[in-house]
T-cell receptor, first 116, second 113 residues
């Protein structure tokens, strides 16, 4: 069964510093991987997705993630943090459940704080 | 295109009552999935509907049910509410049957007293 593990439930960075949020996946088949962001009292917004076309995936708001099969990782990065990046970030893998159904399996989430 | 919409945004119910939540997918999307989000359990899959048929169901009791209409709008029902059902319920839609991106609505915050 596919699963994801996010290392660190809370990450704090200074404004302007590098953001690195870690995600490792477990999958018996080539995975489809996603990063979503959730702002307070809102739903999930797609940041980026990996579908095997390219290992380095660029997303919205300056975020990118690199798929590394040898490390089973899909870490999210941003060179310079902004105050507006403070939110909770979820890594997810899509799993085929049979009968044409695909469900997302999420990590526990990482709450990012940005210190001015 | 308009995004996924969910109504109502907030609900307060008491134990034992039942509740119905509504989700309208992005126009043209035929699949609707429901997820429950709680601080303790995180995001958990409830069920998925495609063309009015339930394709898959997560590990939730039978008190949780859903349906999808011919216009792809979906409703989720929870009967005999328990305190532990307090959560953010998220609906997501995707275009087809493959591993397409799921787009989420803003959620319905259910509080059970």
């Amino acid at each position: 069964a596919q699963s994801v593990t996010q290392l660190g439930s809370h990450v704090s960075v200074s404004e302007g510093a590098l953001v690195l949020l870690r995600c490792n996946y477990s999958s018996s088949v080539p995975p489809y991987l996603f990063w979503y962001v959730q702002y307070p009292n809102q739903g999930l917004q797609l940041l980026l997705k990996y579908t095997s076309a390219a290992t380095l995936v660029k997303g919205i708001n300056g975020f990118e993630a690199e798929f590394k099969k040898s490390e089973t990782s899909f870490h999210l990065t941003k060179p310079s943090a902004h105050m507006s990046d403070a939110a909770e970030y979820f890594c997810a893998v899509i799993a085929y459940s049979g009968a044409g159904s695909y469900q997302l399996t999420f990590g526990k989430g990482t709450k990012l704080s940005v210190i001015p | 295109k308009a995004g996924v919409t969910q109504t109502p945004r907030y609900l307060i119910k008491t134990r034992g009552q039942q509740v119905t939540l509504s989700c309208s997918p992005i126009s043209g999307h035929r699949s609707v999935s429901w997820y429950q989000q709680t601080p303790g359990q995180g995001l958990q899959f409830l069920f998925e509907y495609f063309s009015e048929t339930q394709r898959n169901k997560g590990n939730f009791p039978g008190r949780f049910s859903g349906r999808q209409f011919s216009n792809s709008r979906s409703e989720m029902n929870v009967s005999t509410l328990e305190l532990g059902d307090s959560a953010l319920y998220l609906c997501a839609s995707r275009a087809g049957q493959r591993a397409d991106t799921q787009y989420f609505g803003p959620g319905t915050r259910l509080t059970v007293l």
